[in-house]
């Protein structure tokens, strides 16, 4: 087991990583209290078992899976949820699911009484590597991606590997989106990700590279928790991918991750904040897991969204997170019309 801790002014978050962490470890926080489970419908078809016999008649909350679930409505409905169970400030709410039970149940903790004791169990590849850790929490509101949110740090998050194995590949693939983002800020993890460019989808390799992904992460959220600057680093690729997912959809997140890297990549080495060595290797980590990288129609209309990122400081420019160099990465900002103009050159059909 690899524990990783992050200390914050708010809140401790312990991070336990390890295949079998989650039966082992998720009794402990149980006894004396009220307890409240949420999950979603596919990993309930899949670990109901086991969410009974770690959390007995613990209430469990089922949300439909998908992107769609995490919203205003059904944060709303998981607050009554809890209200209904009685639960008090002792209690504690288990997320038990990918980064959307994640997000929205962080959320549901951070509000009830103003704040409960919240445990992360995330079982997609996606959530171990970055959505559990941290305590970012947030719904999507009308067409706005985590437009409703506070950072409230989990109390604990336990990564078990294990549930990887009934994850899908298209899964897999988007947890690698993100683990290549963290390639792209940490030259070690980039190494380990091209030396082992044939493993990428091997679970053995996936429990090696996930405690390295997880502990970038605390480090950066040790130096900036509230992302006054270092943590926007984790938006690499972010801004793109954020405007396509609202856009065109279709995709999943961790998907629209790598799209929006690939494409971003292609502005930095156009600005010259990037070498077209490192663009290059970039590009074939990037390929290597993507597959192809879609072209779209309509793109002029999909930039608009770009100008919703929380990144950007004024209406009229946009911020983006760039790779420079091993290990080092730019915050690019580019007059709108800049912007849009080279997505439309790139990745318009
Ligand atoms: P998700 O939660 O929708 O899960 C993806 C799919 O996998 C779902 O259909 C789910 O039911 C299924 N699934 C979950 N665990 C499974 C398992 N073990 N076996 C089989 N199927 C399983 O999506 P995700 O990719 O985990 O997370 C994406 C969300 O995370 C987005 O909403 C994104 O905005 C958010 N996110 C948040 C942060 C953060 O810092 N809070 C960071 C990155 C992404
Ligand atoms: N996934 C971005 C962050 O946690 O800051």
Redesign the pocket.
């Known amino acids: 087991m690899k524990v990783i801790e992050i200390h914050t002014p708010s809140q401790d978050s312990v991070i336990t990583c390890g295949a079998g962490c989650f039966k082992r470890l998720a009794p402990r926080f149980l006894a004396g209290h009220r307890n409240f489970v949420l999950t979603?419908?596919?990993?309930h078809a899949?670990y109901g078992q086991d969410i009974k016999a770690v959390f007995g008649d613990a209430p469990v909350y089922i949300l439909p899976?998908?992107?769609e679930s995490?919203n205003e409505v059904s944060l709303f409905r998981i607050l009554q949820a809890m209200i209904d169970a009685g639960l008090h400030r002792n209690s504690f709410l288990f997320a038990v699911?990918?980064?959307?039970?994640?997000?929205i149940g962080g959320l549901a903790a951070a509000l009830y009484m103003r704040g409960i004791h919240c445990v992360q169990v995330p079982?997609?590849l996606?959530?171990q590597v970055?959505?559990s850790v941290?305590g970012?929490?947030?719904v999507d509101m009308g067409k706005v991606?985590?437009v409703v949110g506070a950072f409230y740090q989990p109390e604990a998050v336990l990564v078990d590997g294990t549930?990887?194995k009934?994850?899908?590949a298209r899964?897999i693939r988007?947890g690698l989106g993100?683990i290549v983002k963290y390639g792209a800020l940490n030259a070690k993890i980039l190494d380990s990700l091209t030396e082992n460019a044939d493993r990428l989808f091997d679970l053995a390799y996936l429990a090696e590279i996930t405690p390295e992904c997880i502990e970038h992460k605390a480090e950066v959220v040790r130096l900036d928790e509230r992302e006054k600057g270092l943590r926007k680093s984790l938006n690499m690729g972010h801004t793109t991918a954020h405007a396509f997912e609202l856009f065109y959809g279709g995709l999943?997140?961790?998907e629209f991750v790598l799209i929006g890297m690939y494409y971003e990549l292609k502005i930095a080495l156009a600005e010259g904040a990037t070498t077209a060595e490192y663009a290059a290797l970039l590009e074939g980590l990037i390929l290597r897991v993507l597959g192809e990288v879609p072209r779209y129609e309509g793109v002029e209309r999909a930039a608009e969204y770009a100008r919703l990122d929380k990144k950007n400081a004024a209406s009229d420019e946009v911020s983006m997170i760039v790779p420079a160099d091993y290990g080092t990465y730019a915050e690019l900002r580019l007059p709108f019309e800049k912007y849009r103009s080279y997505l439309v050159s790139l990745a318009e059909k």
């Open positions: 979603d419908s596919n990993v899949l899976a998908g992107e995490k699911g990918g980064g959307v039970v994640g997000d079982t997609t996606l959530a970055d959505s941290g970012k929490t947030a991606k985590n549930f990887l009934t994850l899908p899964e988007c993100e999943s997140h961790g």
